[in-house]
């Protein structure tokens, strides 16, 4: 069984040879390995050509769900594995991925981050471990979860479906879709958690907050653009659908929005805005307790109190995203 390795990479110089030379160093190796340059302003092509990738450029920037399926419409492997350029796999990860395809019935399988990465700081090793820990307490098995950090999938049956949604611009939530859509139509997405790859993401307090801010408005009008399938089914997910998405982060971010309308609004209500905030703000972190006691496991004791305080920016962040796609999609903006 074949496989082909399709990267989408824009501006990705500081980690294109890692990733590349992870993909060389592959006990079975792919057939081929497809960067798609983004139109890119630095390095990016000369390292994928010196890398050994085959290169396709874009004449102009179109954003990663375009560039996917470019990629893909290129490959001849049976599979296709879409990966991130920021991404690590083990040496072993194709020869695993392949096993998993010997199952007919699968039509893609799922990775998911490992709780450490190379970036220090606090920002970066929250995001890392929220993604690691979101997906990895599920168990492994059919999902509803289709990430291209590193996610494989038969040619044909992602042909067949028509690739990502182009119309999303941005690397937020086509990825998220497509998979909603196979999973639908009764393709089988098997998530194995022990199949774990490396972000070598650095995240500034800026760039967490854009970056999640972004990904919050795009699942707001996901949601809207199909309620039942996806608002109320998939991102709210209160009869845990298969996604990594958890009713309790849903329930955090409306108990931290509330509590900062109470501290805002502590002008007018005095004594009791001031004593609902904390009040309201203590459940919020209190519905992340199976993420605060994965971290006690992972993490000094030291470390938990600025998690504490990244979940409380996040849950503030996310709300303020879902409110803005919200408004946005009401007055015209679908995408």
């Known amino acids: 069984m ?107 399988v799922q990775t998911i981050y490992t709780p450490d990465c190379p970036g220090r700081g606090l920002v970066t090793q929250y995001q890392n471990f929220y993604y690691h820990h979101s997906m990895g307490r599920l168990e492994s098995g059919n999902s509803a979860i289709f990430a291209t950090w590193c996610v494989a999938v038969r040619l044909q049956v992602f042909l067949g479906m028509g690739g990502f949604n182009e119309c999303i611009p941005e690397p937020t939530v086509e990825d998220e879709e497509f998979g909603y859509t196979m999973a639908d139509s009764g393709g089988v997405i098997y998530l194995d958690t022990s199949l774990q790859v490396t972000h070598l993401a650095r995240y500034t307090a800026t760039t967490f907050a854009i970056r999640r801010h972004r990904m919050a408005m795009a699942q707001a009008k996901s949601g809207w653009r199909q309620i039942k399938q996806r608002l109320l089914a998939r991102y709210m997910n209160v009869h845990e659908t298969g996604t990594h998405h958890s009713r309790w982060v849903v329930l955090s971010i409306i108990l931290t929005m509330l509590a900062w309308f109470a501290l805002l609004s502590a002008s007018v209500t005095g004594r009791i805005g001031l004593l609902l905030f904390p009040g309201l703000l203590v459940p919020a972190l209190l519905c992340h307790t199976g993420f605060f006691f994965a971290a006690k496991r992972h993490f000094p004791a030291h470390v938990i109190p600025g998690l504490a305080l990244m979940c409380v920016l996040d849950m503030t962040i996310l709300g303020l995203g879902l409110a803005r796609g919200t408004l946005e999609f009401v007055f015209g903006k679908k995408y």
């Open 2 to 108: 074949s496989i082909s390795v399709v990267i989408p990479a824009w501006n990705a110089g500081r980690t294109i040879s890692q990733c590349l030379d992870a993909i060389s160093a592959q006990s079975s190796p792919p057939l081929e390995t497809i960067v798609v340059d983004d139109f890119s302003s630095d390095n990016t092509v000369v390292l994928a050509r010196a890398g050994g990738a085959k290169v396709l450029c874009l004449a102009e920037n179109v954003g990663p769900a375009a560039a996917r399926n470019l990629g893909a419409s290129a490959a001849k492997g049976d599979i296709v594995v879409f990966l991130d350029a920021d991404v690590l796999i083990p040496d072993n990860l194709l020869e695993l991925v392949a096993i998993h395809f010997n199952n007919t019935s699968i039509s893609a």
